[in-house]
């Protein structure tokens, strides 16, 4: 169950919303990790692929069937990632701004739909991605009191294993 610290802080959680619990640093390259449900199950496998010319993350589902590929993208001027479906063709690319004063910002390009903006603090997982209006997701630490670990609430009719790709990428990229 995820819970909020400090009870009285809790906020009403958007009807058929669903959280997933991720590790901060999610991953080392070469390591695998779950990311699990507000449950506690095993939703979604991290499968980090070592010797490879590019940082990349394989995401699985339950049963071990590739969902999305994370790459780094090489020799860019900006921080960029590119997700790839498993059948082939980039779902999103993800770009760190040059200059953000405020606070961390990042463009994701979704091929066939709407970019995508995050805003937030990335360094300490209190971020939301939003398309246009629309709140896609929201990443926090304060639903979880475990150490190190920080939820991702995803709102309905999103992808969850993109999101949760592009939560991962995010998080390669800010603390590499």
Known sequence: MLRRRGGAALRRREEGAHRYRMREKIIAFGDDY????????????????????????????RGGQDLYKIQERMLRIKDTMEIERAEGGTAATIKKALIAPL??????????????????NILDHEYRIDAGRERVAEVSKKWFRIRDTYGVEIAPGHDAALVLAITAAIDQMAHD
């Open 103 to 120: 606070r961390d910002r990042w463009t994701v390009k979704i091929p066939e739909g709407e970019d995508w903006s995050v805003q937030g």
């Open 34 to 61: 779950w990311i699990e449900d507000e449950a506690g199950e095993k939703a979604f496998k991290v499968d980090g692929k070592m010797l490879r010319v590019r940082n990349t993350l394989v995401i699985q589902d």
